[in-house]
């Protein structure tokens, strides 16, 4: 399947807000399949012995990547210039 046809069968299946572009490599994604991330900022109490506990305060951005793209990227295996 060509990579048009791909992209119309993507439109065509999933309604448009929940469409979105992986920030990590740039294709498409339904921000509602299982794995997606949601990049998310906030408040991290430090730990005495080192680390952090959980967000406090989340603010979630409008910002979406695949699991896959993500885990890759945690490996250092996605290329530094497409992450920004």
Not at 38 to 65: I, L, M, Y
Request: proline letters at 4%.
């Amino acid at each position: 399947m060509s990579r048009l046809n791909e992209d119309e069968e993507f439109r065509a299946s999933v309604p448009e807000r929940f469409r979105s572009k992986c920030e990590l490599c740039g294709n498409p994604l339904d921000i509602r399949a299982d794995g997606v991330h949601q990049r998310t900022s906030g408040w991290v109490k430090n730990r005495s012995g080192g680390g952090g506990h959980g967000v406090s305060v989340p603010e979630r951005e409008n910002k979406w990547a695949h699991g896959y793209c993500v885990d890759n990227a945690t490996r250092g295996l996605l290329r530094q210039g497409r992450m920004f």
